[in-house]
């Protein structure tokens, strides 16, 4: 499948490829003991090796390492026993050293493939170019002066993990679920969190175009740090439809980085895009090369966790469920822990009908996430045992899903405290249907007729009077029996 973007003259095909910088789940730096958890007070979580004072030296991180080989396993790469760290020279107002340690050459993990799922039930392989592993810059702040930019170093050093496919995409959904699922796949294995919000995960897009039937490539922009899987679609959508303009207009399309703007949905220019040659890389004089061993790599890959893909297809093998279904299901390590979770007393189907329809779909009303929900597995479970043991209807268990959004309190709570418990006695619905067939005496008259669909009207006016708590199994049973 392919995006096609229709110019005056010709038809053009979307060509992408992705950066994916991940932050790397450590609780101290690449190269320093400066912790790294998020929100600290600026400046406070800086060593001396952050600041680049004169005579410090770097020392890698060995649960960095560690991360970035069990991610590269993660998606079936090569990892390289030897990898070299280079010195990456470019000026940074936030990057002290004037230099970024990061790989080149020889980076700690090498090809692999990351295998997608589209709405449409295809699959679709995205080659891996590499993995390497580099430390991030600071952070410049222009918001709190009318005319001094102020420098926070917190995240300076920090350790990420650049992911790099090959130009593979060739659809904005194409290029959603790639990042979706390196995100999935990060999150699974614990070596990183992959919090857009934070700026713990950003891409990179590389987009280029060519005329359809065109083997070479065009010429590609960099938009850098999209931190959003709508922002990564407007994007690319727009630097698309810019460089086809271009190119139907007779204009060559320089090679630059840029940056999006999510107000007016355009992207701009930043900087003219540097190759290889203009950062001088070299190898880094203050660290050797990493050696790895292969019984290392060897014991992280036997404590590799199940991965989506794989959590996917069990679930269509095991619980018989769609596959875009799984793939929901799948996208998030808590949606799966959660979902698995209601499963051990529910059968999997109306668990992801109460998950996905009834939770997500007011999660997303509301604008909240997993992480701001008040309510866990276990308690979606007890309201659906409420349902199972006949406690309370399918339509009053949603009214108390809204109680539980907003209160965070157990279903058989907010059942007792409304007084919403399911009236199954049967001599106190059967006298409120002989109300009911009384004051309707025509339509009963009418349903003996054959007008079988009355049959809801008095269904309907028997929930109505009960405020729906009758139980829904004993109405129908002895409205059957009085209407036959």
Partial sequence: MTYIIQGKNNQYELVVGCEIHAQVASKSKLFSRADTSFGAKQNSQVSLVDAAMPGMLPTINEECV???????????????????????????????????????????????????????????????????????????????DPTQTFIDLNRCGVALMEIVSQPDMRTLEEVCEYVKEIRAILRALETSDGDMEKGNLRCD?????????????????????LNSFRNISRAVEFEAQRQVDLLEDGKKIDQETRLFDTISGETKTMRSKEDAMDYRYFPDPDLPPLVLTQEYVDNIKKSLPELPSARRERYISEFGISEYDAGVLTADIEISQFFEELTKNHEPKLCLTWLTVELFGRMNKIGISFGDLKIDAKKLSGLLDLIKNGEISGKIAKDVLDFMIETGKDASKIVEEKGLKQVSDTSAIEKIIDEILAQNADKVAEYKGGKDKLFGFFVGQTMAKTKGQANPQVVNEILKKKLS
Avoid at 118 to 132: A, F, M, N, T
């Fill in 66 to 144: 560690r991360q970035a080989v069990k991610t590269g396993l993660g998606i079936n790469a090569k990892i390289n026993l030897k990898s070299i760290f280079d010195r990456k020279n470019y000026f940074y107002p936030d990057s002290p050293q004037g230099y970024q340690i990061s790989q080149f050459s020889d980076p700690i993990v090498g090809e692999g493939i990351v295998e997608i799922v589209l709405k449409d039930g295809s699959k679709k392989q995205i080659r891996i170019e590499r993995i390497h592993l580099e430390q991030d810059a600071g952070k410049s702040i222009h918001d709190q």
């Fill in 205 to 225: 897009a590389n987009v280029s175009v060519r005329i359809i039937g065109e083997t070479k490539l065009g010429t590609r922009c960099e938009i850098k740090n």
